[in-house]
């Protein structure tokens, strides 16, 4: 019998048919076991990192690395005894704080139960401390000619308008740090599109572009570290992310904070996401650049006018007065 008779023999098909089956059978439950070992060694590996993380931001914010000082918290200092008193026995919270009151100051980088506390202190000392100068200026230092009651209205004019002083303190703090986020957020979601796209997760995202960001804006850094801590702290991620929007204040952060809690609500793709809010970012900061360069001929049409005009005028008609005069005084001296 040669060897083609013998593989067309139904026998020895159905043998090799078997044998075909049994490993294809044992080879699918073999790779589903090394597949499963492979998926239980990455979540081990991305639990590791996740309390790698975790340890190296609780040692940052208790100040205990040195590693990187751009990222690290800034911790406000703590309020003094006296102010928490004040603050206690005048209610000064029932007074002046509301529902926005702690919100502002988390957009103006203070955090902490110190710092609302030193604001309250601030905003019930101040008035109080500025009528007292203008009191002391204005009835005993520079009295003038003017009644004692016109010079003490004046004081407590001068006393109610210091009483918007820390308000007016606050908000000039909150734009300069808005600013500062607001220049380099385009830079940062590129950074952090191209830490996605490699691979990162969004907790190794932040942190990576936390401390590359953080030569160009401090305070970004900061809201990227802080948010890093609560995406390894927080069970709901959506929290870390509703957490930063509401503490820079701005409308882009928002929007890109929405992106991404909806990516991670529905399971669509965080990289498409970034991507899209990045081009927009671009795109917003060369409007602004463009809005910039519109307002620049009319901003400078008033220095022209004043500064610029009367020295050309000076320049042209010089020449033809001293003629003239020059002229003049040489006809009166021959005629004379």
Known sequence: MNIVDQLVQRDFLIAVLAAVSAAAVVFTFGSSFLGRRDMNDRIKRVALDR?????????????????DPRANIRRNAEAKSYMKRAVERFDLKKAFQDENTVDKLAMAGLRGQGALTT????????????????????LVLAPGD???????????????LGAYLPLVLLKNKTQKRQASIRRAWPDCLDLMLLCVESGMSM??????????????????????TLTTAELSFLEDRTRAYDNLGRRTGLDNVKAVMTALIQADRYGTSVGQALRVMAEEGREARMMEAEKKAASLPPKLTVPLIVFLLPVLFIVILSPAMIKVFTGSVASTIGGG
Do not use: C, D, W
């Not at 790698?52 to 100040?63: C, D, H, P, V």
């Not at 905003?123 to 200026?137: C, E, H, K, L």
């Not at 990576?208 to 970004?220: A, N, Y």
């Open 51 to 67: 309390e790698r993380m975790r340890a190296e931001e609780m040692a940052r914010l208790r100040g205990n690395t040195n590693q």
């Open 146 to 160: 003017r009644p004692t009651y016109i010079n003490l209205v004046y004081a407590i004019g001068a006393g109610l």
């Open 203 to 224: 907790e190794h995202a932040f942190k990576r572009v936390g401390k590359e960001i953080g030569s160009q804006s401090p305070e970004l850094s900061e809201e990227l």
């Open 119 to 138: 604001f309250l202190f601030q905003r019930f000392v101040t008035p109080i401390a500025v009528f007292a100068i203008a009191a002391v200026y204005l």
